[in-house]
Antibody
Framework: QVQLVQSGAEVKKPGASVKVSCTAS????????LHWVRQAPGQGLEWMGWINPNSGGTNFVQKFQGRVTMTRATSISTAYMELSGLRSDDTAVYYC??????????????WGQGTMVTVSS | EIVLTQSPGTLSLSPGERATLSCRASQSVSSSYLAWYQQKPGQAPRLLIYGASNRATGIPDRFSGRGSGTDFTLTIRRLEPEDFAVYYCQQYGNSRTFGQGTKVEIK
């Protein structure tokens, strides 16, 4: 079945970097944009940006510019989100999610299970 | 950036009642690129509605969406026990933004 499986929980110190993976199965990886969304404890959903798995092109929310890198490895159908300069307010569950169609302007129909990233000294 | 404001923040209802959730955008959402998600504790969000009024695959017909421009509504016709959750709207016409969520709790 179509699914996205993410890497496991991480605990990082302030200033460190974290790299979260998202492995797709059950569909053509390069046919659908992937997005990254985070959710701080007890808070709402925050969209971070997207990657086009076909071209590798990316687009991020301005607040993450300079701190976030989104990449992919098409041979293993995996996308990565790396966040550097971690702060305590980066503590959140990070989700990857797929566009419903290949049209890019679409809702997110498949979500990963989430990766908890805790930033603590 | 399009800001989405959801109301009410919390809706206290009993099973079998009708739930009406609102999502208002700070500017017009192009082509009704508006979605609704349901999220339960410890779970990823689940797509309910896309294109303002289209039910996603496998979503029961007690869920319906309507609206255009800046005003959108999600209605749950008769609440089932499994419908008590947090609901988010999202626009995907101009970048992507989410509303702050509406919690539907058992009265």
């Amino acid at each position: 079945q179509v699914q996205l499986v993410q890497s496991g929980a991480e605990v990082k110190k302030p200033g460190a970097s974290v790299k979260v993976s998202c492995t797709a199965s059950g569909y053509t990886f390069t046919g659908y944009y992937l997005h990254w969304v985070r959710q701080a404890p007890g808070q709402g959903l925050e969209w971070m940006g997207w990657i086009n798995p076909n071209s590798g092109g990316t687009n991020f929310v301005q607040k993450f510019q300079g701190r976030v890198t989104m990449t992919r490895a098409t041979s293993i159908s995996t996308a990565y989100m790396e966040l550097s300069g971690l702060r305590s307010d980066d503590t959140a569950v990070y989700y990857c999610a797929r566009d419903r169609s290949g049209l890019h302007h679409d809702a997110f129909d498949i979500w990963g299970q989430g990766t908890m990233v805790t930033v603590s000294s | 950036e399009i800001v989405l404001t959801q109301s009410p923040g919390t809706l206290s209802l009993s099973p079998g009642e009708r739930a009406t959730l609102s999502c208002r955008a700070s500017q017009s959402v192009s082509s009704s690129y508006l979605a609704w998600y349901q999220q339960k504790p410890g779970q990823a969000p689940r797509l309910l509605i896309y294109g303002a009024s289209n039910r996603a695959t496998g979503i029961p017909d007690r869920f319906s969406g309507r609206g255009s421009g800046t005003d959108f509504t999600l209605t749950i016709r008769r609440l089932e026990p499994e419908d008590f959750a947090v609901y988010y709207c999202q626009q995907y016409g101009n970048s992507r933004t989410f509303g702050q969520g509406t919690k539907v709790e058992i009265k």
